[in-house]
Nanobody
Framework: QVQLVESGGGLVQAGGSLRLSCTAS????????MAWFRQAPGKEREFVAV????????YYADSMKGRFTLSGDNAKNTVYLQVNSLKPEDTAVYYC????????????????WGQGTQVTVSS
């Protein structure tokens, strides 16, 4: 079993920035790809971005391009999601997930999921 632990959420004013972290307890085949999702109150979970540990492939949801940056630190088994120019509509619980493939995560099918970290953006 693999545990994914997110951190870095909080309350921030519109226009501010946050860096979310997701640390995997260990690396397995099912942590080859790592992704972020978010779920706003009353809405369905949506895909944000996905990458591999090699960093050779990184994809963003179209609506997330520009303000969101996904990166990783192999030595720390940690992926980061940098979010700039935060807007109130970015308020959501942000989840980290992993799977064997990027394609599975882009379809919302994660093998492992974290517990989520709350991001609240005030106007």
């Amino acid at each position: 079993q693999v545990q994914l632990v997110e951190s870095g959420g909080g309350l921030v004013q519109a226009g501010g920035s946050l860096r979310l972290s997701c640390t995997a307890s260990r690396r397995t085949f099912n942590t080859a790809a790592m992704a972020w999702f978010r779920q706003a109150p009353g809405k369905e979970r949506e895909f944000v971005a996905v990458t591999t540990w090699s960093g050779s492939s990184t994809y963003y949801a179209d609506s997330m391009k520009g303000r969101f940056t996904l990166s990783g630190d192999n030595a720390k088994n940690t992926v980061y999601l940098q979010v700039n120019s935060l807007k109130p509509e970015d308020t959501a619980v942000y989840y980290c997930a992993s799977s064997l493939t990027i394609e599975a995560l882009r379809s919302g099918r994660g093998t492992y999921w974290g517990q989520g970290t709350q991001v609240t953006v005030s106007s």
